[in-house]
């Protein structure tokens, strides 16, 4: 499995080179065309680069947002009456949904970093070349941030969570589609199997890095089209 795992991904990888290579041949009006021709200080990514870009907005974009839509459904079957304010209101009540669903299920688990210098922080020294870990799911059930952090709240605000990393140049580059996303995906299901449900047990991925949902059976009545 691991093996076909990685032939895959450099199979995507080499169609990807191929295609930068062909677009900055022929430049069209789409996003490879601008990865490739792009300059920073003279510099442009090479074709390995953009693949292995490529590749990583299709990871990011997909194994954090389907998880979210996933936990979200078990936390809506689980908090009934969270499920009821939110069909009620769901114009008003979608933005808070969404940001409450990121921070309940927080998809990513874990970050690591470097430290650049000696620092000290919450009390522990820390040390230039450190590896340190930044655990959003901890971050995200903090009680000196949130009120009653285990309480699942659709209305919750503030709701200054960390799911898509914090404030600083690797903060989530596809935080706004991802909320797009999982909005459209609840204001859909919501309105066509309003009383959708997840149904027994989960089967989880087997990962510390993301908190991802394999499979989840559910149940709902005939649906409104
Ligand atoms: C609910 C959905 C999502 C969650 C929870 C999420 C979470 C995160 C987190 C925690 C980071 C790391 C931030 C850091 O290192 O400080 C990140 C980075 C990133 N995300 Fe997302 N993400 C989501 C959706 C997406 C989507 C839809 C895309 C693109 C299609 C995307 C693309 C990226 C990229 C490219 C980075 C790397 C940014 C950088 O290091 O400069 N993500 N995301």
Redo the contacts with the bound molecule.
Sequence with gaps: MPTALLAAGAELAGLLEEVSRVRRAEPRDDLTTALALAEVDGERLSDAEIAS?FI???V???E??R??ISHGLIALTDHPDQREIWQADPTGVTRTAVEEI?RW????TW?R?TATRDVQLAGVDLHRDDKLL?F?CSANRDEAVFADPYRFDVCRAPNPH?????A????????H???R??SVMWRELLRRVPDIRAVGEPKRLVSSFINGIKAVDCDFAVANR
């Design positions: 870009f990583l907005l299709c990011a974009g997909n954090t947002t998880n979210a990121v299920a927080t998809p990513v970050m970093r930044l959003y960390l799911g898509f990393g914090g600083g140049p690797h903060f989530c580059l596809g935080a589609l991802a909320r996303e999982i």
